[in-house]
Nanobody
Framework: QVQLVESGGGLVQTGGSLRLSCAAS????????MGWYRQAPGKQREMVAT???????NYADFAEGRFTISRDNANNTVCLQMNSLKPEDTAVYSC?????????WGQGTQVTVSS
């Protein structure tokens, strides 16, 4: 069982930056593929960025060039650095850990970008 706790969300102005962190407990993260997802009000959850257990990253088109996902297996954390934020980035951002057949989610952290 993996427990994931996100932090780092908040209110930021357009063009600002935030760094989200996802701390895991209950198990080490090294065997898991990790990801950040977001869900805006009235919209479906969408992938933001993923990083495999081997370190390969993948980004949604809207995140490419602005967001960076990273993992620190020694500290059991995954981070999402978000730069050049836009109002349309406003959403609840959640951390995910996958290792078949397991799929774990955190409760999410709110990111609000004001115009």
């Amino acid at each position: 069982q993996v427990q994931l706790v996100e932090s780092g969300g908040g209110l930021v102005q357009t063009g600002g930056s935030l760094r989200l962190s996802c701390a895991a407990s209950g198990s080490i993260l090294r065997p898991y593929n990790m990801g950040w997802y977001r869900q805006a009000p009235g919209k479906q959850r969408e992938m933001v960025a993923t990083i495999t257990r081997g370190g390969t990253t993948n980004y949604a088109d809207f995140a490419e060039g602005r967001f960076t996902i990273s993992r620190d297996n020694a500290n059991n954390t995954v981070c999402l650095q978000m730069n050049s934020l836009k109002p349309e980035d406003t959403a609840v951002y959640s951390c995910n850990a996958q290792r078949q057949p397991f799929d774990y989610w955190g409760q999410g952290t709110q990111v609000t970008v004001s115009s």
